[in-house]
T-cell receptor, first 112, second 109 residues
Framework: DSGVTQTPKHLITATGQRVTLRCSPR?????VYWYQQSLDQGLQFLIH???????AKGNILERFSAQQFPDLHSELNLSSLELGDSALYFC???????????FGPGTRLTVL | GIQVEQSPPDLILQEGANSTLRCNFS?????LQWFHQNPWGQLINLFY???GTKQNGRLSATTVATERYSLLYISSSQTTDSGVYFC???????????FGQGTELSVKP
């Protein structure tokens, strides 16, 4: 158990819908990262928050947005879902701006 | 951007055998991690090793930062070692991890 929690574990939805994925970092960690793992793209970085502020953006679609709340948990919002958004979404956390990251169990999103 | 290449892409072993997985990267890094993704999809953190050598039970890792590669050694492999092993790096003092394509390991009983 990494100490990073993600909910839900599985999510099945339809095209055009909107979903919210939730992540709670390890106790004491200020950084939260989101990654997407799909069959064709592999594991890709989406976005990084540190202590509530956005620090870096990767290959994140405009239909996707994220935020980190004062209690340090983070949410990833995916809207106007398409079939190609089906993937495993991971959250990771670390103590500071860099350094070792610990990954949550992931949320498996299926868009039908 | 930085390139991360892992080899071999696939590996089949008999239980009890040893193996070495390699990760090459194209630029200086401030973070290098090895992960094991099990058949259930979980990403297990094996090592945080931007330089030097570490050991944890049957697993050990070495990163030679000046030559831009890292090695993961698995000794006396077990069927539970099956899965995909990923190397991931961060560079320019940033936090985002760039993942290699992975090595898929299958350990046969």
């Amino acid at each position: 158990d990494s100490g990073v929690t993600q909910t839900p574990k599985h999510l099945i939805t339809a095209t055009g819908q909107r979903v919210t994925l939730r992540c709670s970092p390890r106790s004491g960690d200020l950084s939260v990262y989101w990654y997407q793992q799909s069959l064709d793209q592999g594991l890709q970085f989406l976005i990084h928050y540190y202590n509530g502020e956005e620090r870096a953006k990767g290959n994140i679609l405009e239909r996707f947005s994220a935020q980190q709340f004062p209690d340090l948990h983070s949410e990833l919002n995916l809207s106007s879902l398409e079939l190609g958004d089906s993937a495993l979404y991971f959250c990771a956390s670390s103590v500071g701006l860099a350094g070792g990251q610990f990954f949550g169990p992931g949320t498996r999103l299926t868009v039908l | 951007g930085i390139q991360v290449e892992q080899s071999p892409p696939d590996l089949i072993l008999q239980e009890g055998a040893n193996s070495t997985l390699r990760c090459n990267f194209s630029d200086s890094v401030n973070n290098l991690q090895w992960f094991h993704q099990n058949p259930w999809g979980q990403l297990i953190n094996l090592f945080y090793i931007p330089s030097g050598t570490k050991q944890n039970g049957r697993l050990s890792a070495t990163t030679v930062a000046t030559e831009r590669y890292s090695l993961l050694y698995i000794s006396s492999s077990q069927t539970t070692d099956s899965g995909v092993y990923f190397c991931a790096v961060a560079y320019n003092q940033g936090g985002k991890l760039i993942f290699g394509q992975g090595t898929e390991l299958s350990v046969k009983p």
